[in-house]
């Protein structure tokens, strides 16, 4: 901040008035905001009791209770059109830090070999924060689904390297994933809470800005609930496709995690000066236990679930609540994963231009101004790019664009293209592919140049990702 002499100016009382005024509105411009990021494994977009849409009741869970998280719709923005960067939690978590698709970042699935990425780049959202204002803390707690330590991306704290099997998973057993098991603290919720809570509680005290990313284990697989919250859902009737008795009570367990970071800002007087945001990796898995096979999923309206680019893998809750946001409206416009890292910069400060090297763009205004319905990005369009065939899900290698309410999908066996106008077919039902061939020709133009400019990871027959470095594959758009 600008220093002032302390002694009386010659212009007398009137004058020091002015200059004390001065000097209030400097310090009040300086005051850097706060960030905190809850980032929930596995949660679909009506997993909440937040209806994202207010059109349709559908957007929202007739069977689990979340009132904290609708606390924090109710003096926020929900965007109801909001994308997680990948159907696969990895890539998608990768994305949030580096503000690109994973095409551009060749991180398309959960395993592969990621020595081809430059982890120390100086693009990410702690390193971002910090150039804004030196003061800035971050830190990371919960899981984190990235190669290299936390702290390479610039994070002050954090639990360290962490994937599904520090939250409880055990990928050896099918039929427990999917079972009730109890425990007081179910997927760490509440630990892994506890710590986020005693980094802003430093903070408060210190009078340092912060950036906190808050990775719940949770919606994950195993199935953990405390016993109480077990018995409460055995008593509440089921809805017609959310109907699993332990995967709501893990729910509302941690929104009860959620609710002590809110209920913790606020007492600490926080609240005014922090943006915080709730959302979910991908879409929730659409039956339990997963099969490939299925009339209706826990995802529905939207079609299929993780693993799949489908509406029902990629479209996630989303809210932020924080200063200047209206309370309690929605914003249709389409937002994605790697818009975080420029619209977290910008709110912070940042003013200096990314280039194209940033596939996201800043909706800093979307969130200040109802109206504003632009976000500009280096790159039109957003890119879902699942270069590989999963045996649960879809089975086919499949690519997807979304503009102006049309979304194309592009299956990479045989060429196969569908075309949905998701302002009319949330569902994605009625294939427009033979009614509408300039869109159809105009978004594949996109989609395919997209994937080529990046030199994206290119589908072949066999070709898993998993067992070899991607340059040792070396099948590229």
């Excluded at 079609?303 to 809750?317: C, F, L, T």
């Excluded at 500009?376 to 957003?382: D, S, V």
Aim: charged share 25%; with cysteine.
């Amino acid at each position: 901040m600008k220093k002032f002499c302390s002694y009386i100016p010659p212009f007398g009382l009137f004058g020091l008035l002015v200059l004390s005024c001065k000097i209030a509105t400097v310090q009040q411009k300086e005051k850097a905001p706060n960030f905190i990021v809850i980032l929930v494994d596995d949660q679909g977009w009506n997993g909440t009791s937040v209806q994202m849409s207010d059109e349709l009741s559908q957007s929202k869970s007739d069977y689990h209770q979340t009132p904290n998280i609708l606390t924090l719709a109710n003096r926020g923005m929900r965007f109801s059109s909001a994308y997680a960067s990948a159907p696969v939690c990895s890539p998608s978590r990768y994305s949030i830090q580096f503000g690109q698709t994973p095409a551009r970042l060749r991180m398309i699935r959960v395993g592969m070999n990621t020595n081809h990425i430059n982890h120390q780049r100086p693009t990410t959202i702690p390193k971002l924060l910090k150039k804004v204002n030196p003061a800035y803390i971050t830190a990371h707690y919960g899981k984190w689904g990235i190669d290299v330590d936390p702290s390479i991306l610039g994070y002050d704290d954090s639990d360290g390297v962490t994937g599904n099997k520090e939250g409880g998973f055990n990928h050896k057993s099918n039929k427990k994933q999917w079972k009730n098991n109890i425990d007081e603290d179910p997927k760490k919720i509440f630990s892994t809470t506890q710590r986020a809570i005693n980094f802003i509680e430093e903070q408060a005290t210190s009078k340092r800005p912060f950036f906190l990313q808050l990775s719940h284990y949770a919606v994950h697989s195993d199935i953990m609930m405390r016993k109480e919250t077990l018995e409460k859902y055995k008593d509440i009737k089921k809805g017609k496709y959310q109907n699993h008795t332990g995967f709501a009570a893990m729910t509302e367990d941690l929104d009860t995690g959620v609710g002590m970071v809110l209920k913790r800002v606020k007492a600490l007087g926080l609240e005014d000066n922090t943006y915080i945001i709730y959302t979910s990796d991908n879409g929730a898995v659409p039956v339990m236990p997963p099969r490939a096979q299925y009339k209706h999923g826990t995802n529905t309206p939207l079609s299929r679930g993780k693993w799949d680019a489908m509406e029902g893998g990629i479209r996630v809750p989303f809210v932020i609540a924080g200063p200047k946001i209206k309370a309690g409206i929605e914003s249709k416009v389409p937002i994605t994963f790697s818009d975080l890292l420029p619209t977290i910069a910008d709110l912070a400060g940042y003013t200096k231009p990314f280039g194209d090297e940033i596939d996201g763009g800043s909706f800093k205004e979307i969130l200040y101004n109802r109206s504003s319905r632009t976000i500009n990005r280096a790159t039109e369009g957003l890119i879902f790019h699942v270069p590989y065939a999963n045996g649960i899900a879809l089975k086919r290698a499949h690519s997807a664009i979304i503009l102006d309410d049309f979304k194309l999908i592009k299956f990479h066996d045989n060429n196969q293209l569908m075309l949905f106008n998701l302002s009319k077919d949330l569902e994605e039902k009625n294939n427009l592919a033979f009614t509408h061939p300039d869109k159809l020709n105009a978004l594949e133009k996109g989609l395919d140049a997209y994937l080529t400019k990046v030199k994206a990871p290119k589908w072949e027959p066999g070709i898993t990702w998993k067992n070899k470095p991607i340059e040792k594959i070396n099948s590229f758009h």
